[in-house]
């Protein structure tokens, strides 16, 4: 057959290039260190193009020529070897398959679950399925309202927010930021994202009502990137001044801050970034505590402006702004950019490496708990297009449109979601600036005559593309992508040069990023280039093609320009293409589109109508359109109109305003208090515990939605904005009363010391033995002696009972400590001289922690999904999972399990949570025989921070002991700006809970960070000389 033959000439191509198959630990993968491998790319092109019998027809063919010759043994075994990778991609296709079934199952599942959970309090009318008239986003269809045209939403927003002065913080890690000449394309980490969220803040500085907009990002002083990604401060200045605030103040405007995290003359890829996360957190909430503190004084009337959200863009900022978020109970938002999931199934689809693999590369385990976790704390996810939403979130545990549907019902009907919540999707496209386009009106020819007295000289770019063409006047069709095969330009080329009207009516020029050298550029990129080299010569569209090698980022205006003045087309043919900002950008400079159907293309379309859409697979159907739009003069000019009077729309204004409306929906949190040198309240939380308020959306009491839909309520952005300055007062009435009674201030007054606290040493020891506690904290305590004024924190797993038994077995007095963190970070306390608690036991509980941590706490309705896991263990296993009633409290549901073995790991109790729409953190403790579930904002670590922002002790004097392994919560007490020592030989029972971990506990441990010591041993000498070596004790 002709495949066969095919397959043996890529093997004769194979022994010409040489042995580079016989490599040690080869790969499938074309890239290598940069360097394009030919051998690779035969061994690619027979694996993906030819199935298991052809490759097998060549082996017998290959056995049967066998002589003395080297070659026909090589050939043979080459041959083979091929055959056997070929098998070993099919492999992993079952395998993925499998998953996803067993993924679809669990879904399933869950939902059901969730579904009965939620209709055991409607009556036998309303249970079933929910109204279909409710759409993924909660949107009625039958009760939707006249829209309001965009004039009028966005006026009424504006006269809102005239009188307002918000604080924003933006997140984006990687990459190279900066607010000029951007090095877009520098390398993968230095991407659309990072003029996304320039662009973002920049225009966000310029709305009324936004006084400040800081954009957190990583501070780099390598010796290879320029000197100003080193610069700690820059200020963007406006684009325009059209929207410019009125009053301006010291502080206002957009700012880039560069926070110094990981290390600091190392410019590092995403992929390694993971261990620093944790020093980026704690350098960014001392930040944007100074910068809430100077706001205050500036706008606040000298109380703390805080920000009204922290928005996370890409899974490595996520994280981080989902512990921001939590450590000042603030609205969090997210943007994913491009999602880990997605990329994981696209690789796996490909079949040449495992999920280890995989994961080893690209870290992409930890990356998609990043972004699960954004979900867990995010108000609002932010995508481009709803393709985003319906393929692309879908594949995660915590998000379920089907789901999300039946909640977002019940919150019409005022019905109790059973502490359940899916975050709000909502499609906002990216905005552009327009005020600097002027599109390109008539022809060549036409410009040439009117500027013959007057030349004005071409841009250097419209000759480095024209030089290609035989005739140059002819249209021009344009495609802006890098040579990636998901993008499709081989199909594109084939489409122009099978369809020979095409080719005699209009030029195709291909600007395909930038190289010098084909065999310099990474694998993929080389292979999809030599494909449209060689269809380029197949089809001899020699002086029919431009394909320059490079251009400047600042002369991509010029080449749309150059198209538009051909009176041109730009088309984007990918497979799937997420969103599509080259096809505003297109629009902006006159240029009708043809675009693929499948993505955010269809979302552009629908506003701008000024092209076709086509199925990218149909190389017939591109042809027909391209050949449609540059022939017809009367559709050109058309759609080229249509672009230019809706392109608007996508303007950075538009976006911001909606961007902002959207913030105005969040439920308005900040910190519980306002001064932290009176104590605090000794009162219940403000809010109500198992109720609706969990994930009830604002949006349903918006005169005003997004959409310019009115509803029933009668809130407005007004309302939202004004809520914390009632709030506030309401507070300082509280705050007021509690001054008359100095008995109920927590330790009468001792918490206010522990700033003036040289160090405090936190004792977070995980011992195999819950007996061997009080033994460390005395070996810390003698070390720590008299010389420094040094206080004490206890961070358990234990509840505050079984602390009190431990102290008391000890002989150590609670008034030793400053706090305790209990049941793994589910209750602050504070020691008292009086029995203040409700158990009679010397010690205060934070109840503005436990408001603090309240968001999305699931209640009743998690207990009851924890019960029937237990059960559903114990019918498989025995009794083996029991709740444990006596450590259980109001924020730590805790369970006792007497074989670790024989129950699921963490990571499919968490996945089976968010799956249910149930939001929590899950903890195995003391070598797995206890399980607490603690809200989704609370941890060890996390309280820490909390301690930091109530009462002001400096995180970096913060000394924390751990042993060498321990809870399933290990990881995120090791790492920040805080000083760990590790004592060798303690926790390592441990080590079996983390054994079958989504992701290595490599990945995320800061291992060379100068904060992170090892000690030898638990004795007083050992702990006392690792103090040393920090210097936080005198040698």
Known sequence: MAGNDWINSYLE????????????????????????????????????????????????????????????????????????????????????????????????????????????????????????????????????????????????????????????????????????????????????????????????????????????????????????????????????????????????????????????????????????????????????????????????????????????????????????????????????????????????????????????????????????????????????????????????????????????ARIKRGVNCHGRFMPRMVVIPPGMEFHHIVPHDGDMDGDMERNEENPTPDPPIWSEVMRFFTNPRKPMILALARPDPKKNITTLVKAFGECRPLREFANLTLIMGNRDNIDEMSGTNATVLLSILKLIDKYDLYGQVAYPKHHKQYEVPDIYGLAAKTKGVFINPAFIEPFGLTLIEAAAYGLPIVATKNGGPVDIHKVLDNGVLVDPHDQQSIADALLKLVSDKQLWARCRQNGLKNIHQFSWPEHCKTYLSRIAMCKPRQPQWQRSDIGFENSEPNSPGDSLRDIKDLSLNLKLSLDGEKSEGTGTLDSYLDSIDRKS?????????????????????????????????????????????????????????????????????????????????????????????????????????????????????????????????????????????????????????????????????????????????IKELRKLMRIQALRCNVIYCHNGTRLNVIPVLASRAQALRYLYIRWGMELSNFIVFVGECGDTDYEALLGGVRKTVVVKGIGNGALKLHSNRSYPLQHVLPTDSPNILQAEGCSTEEIRSSLQKLKVIKE
């Not at 810390?780 to 038994?805: N, Q, R, W, Y």
């Open 13 to 408: 191509a194979i022994l010409d290039v040489g042995p580079g198959i016989d490599e040690a630990k080869s790969s499938l993968l074309l890239r290598e260190r940069g360097h394009f491998s030919p051998t690779r790319y035969f061994v690619e092109e027979v694996i993906t193009g030819y199935d298991e019998s052809d490759l097998h027809r060549s082996w017998i063919r290959a056995a049967a020529t066998r002589g003395p010759k080297e070659r026909n043994t090589r050939l043979e075994n080459m041959c083979w070897r091929i055959w056997n990778l070929a098998r070993k991609k099919k492999q992993l296709e079952v395998e993925e398959a499998q998953q996803n079934a067993k993924r679809h199952l669990e879904r399933e599942r869950g939902r059901k679950e969730a579904t009965d959970d939620m209709s055991e309090d409607l009556s036998e009318g309303e249970k079933g399925e929910f109204p279909g008239d409710v759409s993924s986003h909660g949107d009625s269809v039958q009760g939707r309202m006249r829209r309001i045209v965009s004039v009028d939403l966005m006026e009424n927003l504006t006269n809102q927010l005239k009188e307002k002065k918000l604080y924003l913080v933006l997140i984006s890690l990687h990459g190279l930021i900066r607010g000029e000449n951007m090095e877009l394309g520098r390398d993968s980490d230095t991407g659309g994202q990072v003029k996304y969220v320039v662009e973002l803040a920049r225009a966000l500085g310029t709305m009324p009502g936004v006084y400040r907009v800081d954009l957190l990002t990583r501070q780099v002083s390598a010796p290879d990137v320029d000197w100003s990604y080193a610069e700690p401060t820059e200020m963007l200045t406006p684009r325009t001044t059209e929207n410019s605030m009125q009053e301006l103040g010291e502080s206002s405007g957009a700012y880039i801050i560069r926070i110094p995290f990981g290390p600091k003359d190392n410019y590092m890829p995403k992929e390694l970034l993971w261990p620093h996360i944790p020093e980026f957190v704690d350098c960014a909430l001392s930040h944007i505590q100074q910068m809430s503190k100077v706001l205050g004084e500036q706008i606040g009337g000298g109380k703390p402006v805080w920000p009204v959200a922290i928005h996370g863009h890409y899974a490595d900022a996520g994280d981080s702004a989902a512990l921001l978020s939590g450590a000042l109970n603030v609205p969090m938002l997210f943007t994913g950019h491009s999602l880990g999931m997605d990329k994981l199934e696209q690789i796996l689809k490909q079949g040449r490496q495992s999920r280890e693999e995989i994961n080893t590369t690209y870290k992409i385990m930890r990356r998609i708990e990043a972004e699960e976790l954004s979900l867990d704390a995010s108000e609002i996810v932010i995508t481009s297009t709803r393709q985003e939403i319906e393929e692309q979130w879908r594949l995660y545990d915590g998000f379920d449109p089907v789901l999300e549907r039946k909640l977002r």
């Open 729 to 905: 007062n309401l507070e300082n009435a509280k705050k007021a009363s509690l001054m008359e009674k100095p008995d109920q201030i927590v330790g009468g007054g001792r918490n206010l010391a522990m700033r003036m606290r040289k160090y405090i040493f936190v004792i977070s020891v995980d011992c195999d033995f819950i007996s061997d506690i009080p033994k460390i904290m005395k070996t810390v305590m003698d070390v720590a002696g008299k010389e420094i004024p040094v206080g004490f924190i206890l961070s358990t797993s234990l509840s505050i009972s079984e602390v009190h038994s431990l102290l008391v077995s000890g002989g150590i007095s609670p008034l030793d400590f400053d706090a305790f963190i209990c049941n793994s970070g589910g209750e602050l306390y504070y020691p008292s001289t009086s029995l203040e608690d409700s158990t009679g036991l010397p010690f205060m509980v934070d109840s503005d922690y436990q408001s603090h941590i309240e968001y999305r706490w699931g209640g009743e309705g998690l207990r009851k999904t924890l019960v029937r896991w237990a059960t559903s263990v114990n019918d498989k296993n025995g009794e083996i999972v029991l709740e444990d009633e006596s450590r259980t409290s109001v924020h730590c549901y805790a369970f006792n399990v007497k074989d670790p073995e024989l129950v699921p790991p």
